[in-house]
């Protein structure tokens, strides 16, 4: 299975790589390595076959990368739909925890009406409640928490 996206550590910085060698290191497709270069991969010159340094290449994918983050500030949860940081709707989260240390937010996105989900610590949580209004819901009890025997059970 091919990863979504390359893994620039992969790159020996002081190798020059040709375009084959750089499609079969992140097992993609030439066209896509070419399509780099004509959007900002430099290549060492103009002549064939086309070099592209290793430490170049590893430059253009980490700027990529970085390039399409955007950190959610305080009160924001990312929405997957939107691919974008959003407010809940309503300015209201649900956190239920899922260990003693991090649980998870929930909440509505106002622009699409899709389910916004965040990882949250309990150490960020008084800084997120400054900004949301968070229920907390109780966590899902485990089936070894429970009392009563499983139904499920072929034991005797």
Excluded at 4 to 16: G, I
Excluded at 42 to 56: E, K, V
Excluded at 81 to 91: F, I, L, S, W
Aim: net charge positive.
């Amino acid at each position: 299975m091919r990863k979504r996206r390359p893994n620039n550590r992969l790159v020996k910085t002081h190798r020059n790589y040709t375009v084959e060698e750089i499609a079969r290191l992140f097992s993609i497709h030439k066209n896509t390595v070419r399509a780099w270069v004509k959007v900002g991969l430099p290549t060492s010159d103009q002549m064939r076959p086309m070099l592209i340094l290793g430490r170049d290449l590893r430059a253009y994918l980490q700027a990529r990368r970085t390039k399409n983050k955007q950190p959610c500030l305080p009160g924001e949860i990312y929405c997957v739909r939107c691919r974008a940081p959003k407010r809940p709707d309503g300015d209201m989260a649900d956190y239920t925890p899922i260990t003693e240390t991090f649980g998870k937010l929930e909440g509505i996105c106002p622009d699409c009406g899709g389910m916004l989900f965040q990882r949250a610590s309990m150490a960020k949580l008084a800084e997120i409640q400054r900004k949301l209004d968070i229920t907390f819901t109780e966590a899902p009890r485990h089936v070894n928490d429970s009392n009563e025997p499983s139904a499920n059970s072929d034991l005797g």
